[in-house]
């Protein structure tokens, strides 16, 4: 059984491209941190559409977590197979670098770039055996642009987007792409005290963007047709920055 798993996925972006995957007609292992009930509400979503799956809880950041978590599902699944790798989990903890407190910087940089790299990692030799891949990195335009107050977050993510060109040239003849997207402001609870009517003016369709408009980007790339493309990063940002 052919199954797609999304970090962070009981939440906004993840959340909808865990519906998406379902959709798609994988078995989707919904990973989150703490919130059960969120993950569990993705999960029914995914039923009530006539899709299936698993939640699959650890905490990306933590390197033994994902490495006992995901071993003791492989060994209880040998009839499922990863093929499809959605790096979603992200945070973000703002401040002045002047200001930034270490655990600002660790906890952000660990989330996302840790866990891409402890996940990724995990899941990579079964799609080398296999012969087949995806996997999908969200970052973000401020990976690509560097946004003042978000030093780690930036750094963050332009450490996913570098790892994302440099693993795609490693696994590309084996048949897995690895890709990136970078969404500029969307609608979750990560931008919920930002005035949309206010920064709207800045972004060219005026308006924030829906998590569903990242997941169909994210399962574009994710499908079998996105074969001849690796190494991107795709840009979800209503014009913002280009
Ligand atoms: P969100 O609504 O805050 O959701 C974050 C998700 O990540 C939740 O499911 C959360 O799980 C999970 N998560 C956080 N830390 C984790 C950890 N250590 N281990 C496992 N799961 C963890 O965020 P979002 O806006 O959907 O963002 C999703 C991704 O898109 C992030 O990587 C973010 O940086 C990126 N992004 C977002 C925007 C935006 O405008 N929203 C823009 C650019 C990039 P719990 O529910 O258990 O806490």
Avoid at 58 to 71: G, H, I, P, R, T
Avoid at 108 to 113: C, F, M, P, R, Y
Avoid at 132 to 152: D, E
Avoid at 187 to 196: A, C, F, V
């Amino acid at each position: 059984m052919k199954c797609a798993l999304v970090t962070g996925g009981s939440r906004g972006i993840g959340k909808a491209v865990c519906i998406k995957m379902a959709a798609m007609g994988y078995y989707v292992l919904i990973n989150y941190k703490s919130n059960e009930a969120e993950a569990n509400n993705t999960l029914s979503q995914i039923k009530a559409n006539g899709g299936n799956g698993e939640i699959v809880q650890f905490d990306v950041a933590e390197k033994e977590q994902v490495q006992s978590v995901l071993a003791k599902w492989t060994e209880t699944n040998p009839e499922k197979y990863i093929e499809v790798l959605v790096n979603n989990a992200g945070i973000k903890d703002d401040g002045l670098m002047l200001w930034m407190k270490d655990e600002q910087w660790d906890n952000v940089i660990n989330t996302s770039l840790g866990g891409f790299f402890y996940v990724t990692r995990f899941v990579l030799s079964s799609m080398l055996l296999k012969k087949y891949g995806r996997i999908v990195n969200v970052v973000s335009l401020s990976g690509i642009k560097g946004l003042p107050g978000q030093t780690n977050y930036s750094a963050a993510k332009g450490g996913v987007i570098a790892a994302t060109k440099a693993l795609a040239q490693e696994v590309g003849r084996k048949g897995v792409t690895v890709n990136a997207v970078a969404p500029g402001f969307i609608k979750t609870d990560m931008t919920e005290g930002l005035d949309e009517k206010e920064m709207a003016v800045l972004i060219p369709v005026r308006r924030f963007g829906t998590p569903e408009e990242v997941a169909n980007t994210v399962g574009f790339l994710a499908s079998p047709e996105a074969g001849y493309i690796t190494a991107q990063v795709i840009s979800i940002n209503g014009g913002l920055y280009s």
